[in-house]
């Protein structure tokens, strides 16, 4: 169902990405039409912040950012014997007080071939948050991706204890 792959980077990459996030220009993360109709109502709960880096236009920052979103999905692709093409980078970012994602798959658009697609989420720090796989809670873990199949129902879920959960989502399509 998932596979976890440990010490994806060395240290200092992950000081370096954590360093550039900070001059990420971040947005408001929500799941539906309805919650972002909905996203500053005062009973609304927040879903976190996000960033894709892939699409146009992007700046110096980002295109940072995506050379390390190539180097974790060249790494781990290559211990799970993968031949892919990055198609989504996202950056994640929650708050202990966020709800997270509703449960989802990240080839909704997708129609053709789905079973080459496959997600890939890489924890920047360790944390309380967890990537939730149908029934099965996968803590974060700082330098540690879970890699599985794009159409398997998930959710992200904000931490409790900690105070925040950073981590890198990719998508990728097998060649």
């Not at 236009?57 to 211990?79: H, M, Q, Y």
């Not at 996202?90 to 449960?103: A, E, H, L």
Request: aromatic share 12%.
């Amino acid at each position: 169902m998932y596979k976890i792959e440990k010490n994806v980077l060395p240290q200092k990459d992950l000081i370096q990405i954590k360093n550039l996030l900070k001059e990420l220009h971040w947005q408001n993360a929500y799941d539906s039409t309805k919650y972002y109709n909905q996203m500053y109502d005062i009973d609304q709960p927040f879903q976190g912040m996000y960033r894709l880096t892939l699409d146009e236009p992007i700046g110096k920052t980002e295109k940072e950012l995506n050379k390390f979103a190539t180097k974790v999905s060249d790494e781990v692709c290559k211990r799970q014997n993968l031949n892919v093409d990055i198609i989504r980078i996202t950056w994640n970012f929650y708050k202990k007080s966020d709800t997270g994602m509703i449960f989802h798959i990240d080839t909704d658009n997708i129609h053709v071939d789905v079973h080459k697609y496959w997600s890939i989420l890489f924890s920047l720090n360790d944390s309380d948050g967890y990537l939730q796989i149908n029934k099965f809670k996968i803590k974060d873990v700082e330098n540690e991706a879970k890699i599985f199949k794009s159409n398997l129902l998930h959710k992200g879920v904000a931490p409790v204890k900690n105070n925040f959960r950073l981590n890198l989502n990719l998508v990728v399509k097998e060649k």
